[in-house]
């Protein structure tokens, strides 16, 4: 059987995950799964399936949050960018990894850094949107960047206090 982009049949590698799934993320590609192989198929998640993704991450700029939803507290996303051409460029909001500590630690340096207008150079359509003068850096992880220049799949994993916003830009990967 043959399929075309974006799916792809591949022979069963049954040794060297670890090279097999380093291999994988070098070509671009967005992860690969494991089966236990002892297992019979089920029709349900299981732990007999694992996905192993490839993960990107960089540095971007904190400009503002979004109000926290039901049972959250401090916000709800941070809405994160890059510079280029000396403007902060929407690169797409964050809504997960963090820990309640997290958020409202998150919370109290952003009450301090409000502004009433948005520090992005490009729309940020986010309805209830709290703006912050660029001056924290938070570490993302993600999959990858979509065609219209926005994360895929962000996660918060801490911010970063050895880098200028200002120095913050798209980081291109190496092949």
């Known amino acids: 059987m043959k399929f075309g982009d974006p799916l792809r049949y ?10 097999y799934h380093s291999e994988a993320c070098k070509k671009g590609w967005e992860g690969v799964i494991a089966k236990d192989a002892t297992r019979k198929y089920k029709h349900s998640r299981s732990s007999n ?3 192993f993704k490839c993960v990107n991450q960089q ?6 949050f979004t109000p926290p939803g039901g049972q959250r507290i401090g916000f709800g996303a941070i809405l994160v960018g890059y510079y280029k051409n000396g403007e902060l460029k929407y690169a797409g909001k964050v809504g997960t990894g963090y820990s309640d500590d997290e958020l409202e630690e998150l919370r109290g340096k952003f009450d301090r850094l409000s502004r009433e207008t948005s520090p992005f150079s490009t ?3 986010e309805k209830d949107a709290t703006w912050l003068t660029p001056q924290l850096v938070a570490e993302i992880g993600f999959t990858e960047w979509t065609n219209d220049h926005k994360l895929r799949h962000p996660r918060y994993k ?5 880098k200028n916003p200002k120095d913050v830009v798209r980081e291109k990967p190496k092949n």
């Open 10 to 19: 591949l022979e069963h590698i049954n040794e060297q995950g670890e090279k």
């Open 49 to 51: 399936w694992l996905k």
């Open 59 to 64: 540095e971007l700029v904190i400009g503002g």
């Open 123 to 125: 729309d940020v359509d």
């Open 158 to 162: 801490g911010l970063r206090h050895d």
